[in-house]
């Protein structure tokens, strides 16, 4: 059991954080016409779990050495995170119309200049081999804090997540915890028509990690997976989340255009229309 200031939010704390990280996210991108919206939609349910629930992490503490490591493999979404850290008093809510400003610290993919931000992500596949290093160490210092990474489906392209997805499960590192958004699109088609993945989880079963899938919009199914670790001991974590890029948003989601393509001031008020009315309903 961990002591404070290790404190997470309750759980029905959960979906208005979600809620309130897909506003936010809407927001930034359009500011800034920036891109990727798509897939900060899809993970922003992984997101509330993990900063809502999950990650023993502390907003006045961001560089305790007994905080949980999450690392954001896939930078392109960092909108996600930089929303949840400011919903969670990491950073300042002002801050985030910053976003893709000239020398602002809040940039077009994450960096670690970001309190909260443990390591900075552009180029894919590098998260993960990052991630096994950061829980060799932890292994091997003894110590009581997780390693999360959070990667794309389509990032599983590269070579290096499977050379460190081998590295894993060598070195037992059970303290190891990867999340797949597995939405099943990539920047200009499907996953499956670009470079087909499955069977990802008899794949990974076989690399020697202990494997789950959930709906990666379900808070619950996502929480009990998150807070059961480790699920085995000895083994790497692999947690395929089922996902709809652009999700909350009926004209984004699963559309690849919504991949690079930025709203309108007109369509982000369409989109925030509807995510405060799922939010009202649920």
């Known amino acids: 059991m961990r002591e404070a200031p290790f404190v997470a939010a309750k759980p029905q704390d959960t979906y208005l954080l979600a809620q309130r990280i897909r506003e936010q996210a809407l927001r930034m991108v359009t500011r800034a016409k920036a891109s990727h919206v798509g897939s ?12 809502g629930r999950a990650l023993r992490v502390d907003p006045d503490a961001p560089r305790h050495p007994e905080r949980d490591r999450f690392i954001l493999s896939k930078g392109h979404a960092c909108v996600a995170v930089y929303a949840a ?63 999360v990474v ?35 699109l990539q920047s200009l088609k499907t996953v499956d028509e670009t470079l087909r993945l499955e069977p990802l989880h008899s794949k990974f079963e076989a690399f020697g990690w202990a494997v789950r899938e959930v709906d ?38 699963n559309k690849v255009e919504w991949h690079y393509r930025n709203p309108t001031p007109e369509l982000l008020e369409v989109a925030l229309a509807e995510i405060a009315g799922a939010n009202s309903d649920a």
């Open 85 to 147: 850290l400011a919903e969670t008093r990491f950073i300042e809510r002002a801050s985030l119309e910053t976003y893709g400003v000239n020398g602002s610290i809040l940039m077009a993919h994450i960096s670690h200049k970001v309190p909260g931000a443990e390591f900075s992500t552009g180029a894919l596949g590098h998260g993960l081999p990052f991630g096994t290093g950061k829980a060799l160490a932890g292994k091997r210092r003894e110590a009581s804090w997780r390693t």
């Open 150 to 184: 959070l990667t794309s489906d389509g990032e599983w392209g590269e070579g290096s997540n499977w050379e460190a997805a081998l590295f894993a499960a060598h070195h037992n590192l059970d303290n190891l915890i990867c999340i797949l958004d597995y939405n099943k």
């Open 216 to 253: 990666g919009h379900d808070h619950g199914a996502l929480a009990d997976a998150l807070e059961g670790a480790p699920w085995e001991a000895g083994k790497p974590m692999m947690l395929i989340a089922h996902t709809i890029k652009g999700k909350g948003v009926s004209f984004m989601e």
């Open 40 to 51: 900060a939609l899809s993970i922003a349910d992984i997101m509330a779990v993990l900063y």
